[in-house]
């Protein structure tokens, strides 16, 4: 054990030890990894705390449950990232869903309607979204499961109500998500890969925008959070704002779309490889088949090349939209 650790951290050890319950001993080992002295003499502890709660991270999205049947909080990823949304109840989470994606997700003007996520696809242009309708973050019963779901997510559309009052709404929801180890990464950010929290990408929905003194509401939070996040005045009863959601998923993303041709043939454009930003003609090329990995010598490129049919190596950084044809 290393000298010179904190008051501050050992009561948080303490309350570690003594906790009985999954989320407890998340909260407690988050504080410890907030406070602990950052120095050399304590590289190992803290090697050990980040193990340690990536351990309880994974059982959190266990489910409980050993049955075999259903497990409605493990949602394998489709399509071109995986999008939740999140929020207190009764904000309009189900009817977002219903409204950008046609799933049929139960809308209730009572509280915890959704239990379970709800699963859709968003389009936006030539590809879509996973997007998951989720339980009220404040739910009981399914936080501990609900706050597994958040780990591998991609985005968060963090959904606030300008029928109530949306700034309280983004304080409750910080303090919920802060208890479970997650913060929400703010505009200019990096994140910090030995940060004590969990860091999440997200995207302020204010929604019912048709609401009596909603654009004053909005102007409140945009004026609070505006800076910080990107805010989309939403409304799912006139249609306000629904199109710009997946142009935004799609830039907070940072993916590029590439297409493929043969020598012989045209590029699909209905069927774009969906990569990080910043990936390599050798990324795409691994994408479609392994065997590239070793074989690409060169690519033609159309599109951000200084001309059509520009040869570049593998090395070259693709943009969006571009087009390439590999060679070995
Ligand atoms: N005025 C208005 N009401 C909405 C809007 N979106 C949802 N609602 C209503 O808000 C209530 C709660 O919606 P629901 O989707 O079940 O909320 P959830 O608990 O967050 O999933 C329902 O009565 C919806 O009809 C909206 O854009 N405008
Ligand atoms: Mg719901």
């Not at 990894?33 to 090697?47: E, N, S, W």
């Not at 989309?232 to 935004?248: F, N, Q």
Request: glycine share 8%.
């Amino acid at each position: 054990m290393p000298a010179n650790l904190t008051p501050q951290y050992k009561e948080a050890e303490q309350r570690y030890r003594q906790a009985r319950t999954l989320p407890a001993k998340v909260a407690a080992l988050q504080e410890m990894m907030a406070v602990i002295p950052k120095h050399k003499g304590t590289d190992h502890l803290r090697a050990d705390l980040r193990a340690r709660m990536s351990r309880h991270m994974e059982e959190l999205e266990k489910p409980k449950s050993t049955s075999g049947g259903p497990q409605p909080f493990s949602i394998r990823k489709e399509g071109a990232g995986q999008v939740l949304i999140v929020g207190l109840p009764n904000v309009g989470k189900s009817e977002i869903l219903n409204a950008l994606t046609r799933a049929p997700a139960k809308v209730g003007d009572y509280p915890f309607t959704t239990q379970i996520p709800m699963v859709g696809m968003l389009p936006f242009e030539n590809i879509k979204f996973q997007l998951v309708d989720t339980p009220a973050l404040n739910s009981l019963d399914v936080q501990t499961r609900l706050f597994g779901l958040l780990r591998n997510t991609d985005l968060l559309l963090v959904t606030v109500d300008l029928e109530g009052d949306p700034r309280e709404e983004m304080e409750q929801i910080n303090a919920l998500l802060h208890q479970w180890g997650y913060s929400l990464l703010e505009a200019g950010e990096a994140i910090d890969p030995e940060g004590a929290r969990i860091q999440k990408l997200s995207i302020i929905l204010a929604n019912k925008a048709d609401a009596e003194d909603a654009d004053g509401k909005f102007e409140r939070l945009d004026r609070a959070c505006g800076d910080k996040f990107t805010l989309i005045k939403l409304s799912c009863l006139d249609g306000t704002g629904l199109e710009e959601v997946g142009r935004e998923v799609f830039r907070h993303l940072n993916k590029v779309r590439v297409y493929t041709k043969s020598p012989s043939g045209d590029p699909d454009f209905d069927k774009p490889i969906v990569i990080a930003r910043g990936s390599t003609a050798s990324d795409a090329a691994q994408r479609l088949h392994k065997e590239w990995r070793e074989k690409l010598k060169y690519a033609l490129l159309w599109g951000s090349a200084k001309f059509d049919g520009q040869r570049v190596g593998r090395d070259y950084v693709l943009a969006d939209g571009d087009v390439i044809e590999l060679h070995g």
